[in-house]
C-alpha cells in the first residue's frame, strides 16, 4: 500500500496548483476549508484519488475531516 501521508499530501499539492496556488504550504494542521479554501467540487476530487490510490477514503466512511491531520488519521486507525 502506498504512504497514506505521502499520498494525501500529493492530491492536495496537486489541487492547489491546478488553480496557481502550488506556493501554499500544507502542513498537518492545515484546514481543509479554511486554510486550503477547497472548494466542494476539490474535495470530491481528492476523495476519489484517495479512493483510487488507497482503496479506501474518509468521505466515503461517512467521515468529514477538517484537517490534513484528520485525513491521515484514518488511514492509520
Known amino acids: ?9 500529493g492530491a492536495i499539492r ?7 496556488e ?5 502542513t ?7 486554510d486550503l479554501d477547497l472548494d466542494s467540487l476539490e ?3 481528492l476523495s476519489a ?3 483510487d490510490d488507497l482503496g479506501t477514503d474518509p468521505y466515503s466512511a461517512g467521515i468529514i475531516p477538517r484537517t490534513v491531520a484528520e ?3 484514518f488511514y492509520r486507525a
Open 1 to 9: 500500500m502506498p504512504d497514506a501521508e505521502q499520498t494525501i499530501m
Open 71 to 73: 485525513v491521515v488519521a
Open 49 to 51: 484519488v484517495l479512493e
Open 28 to 34: 498537518a494542521t492545515s484546514d481543509l476549508y479554511d
Open 43 to 45: 474535495i470530491a476530487e
Open 22 to 26: 502550488g506556493d501554499v504550504v500544507v
Open 14 to 20: 496537486t489541487l492547489l496548483a491546478r488553480r496557481n
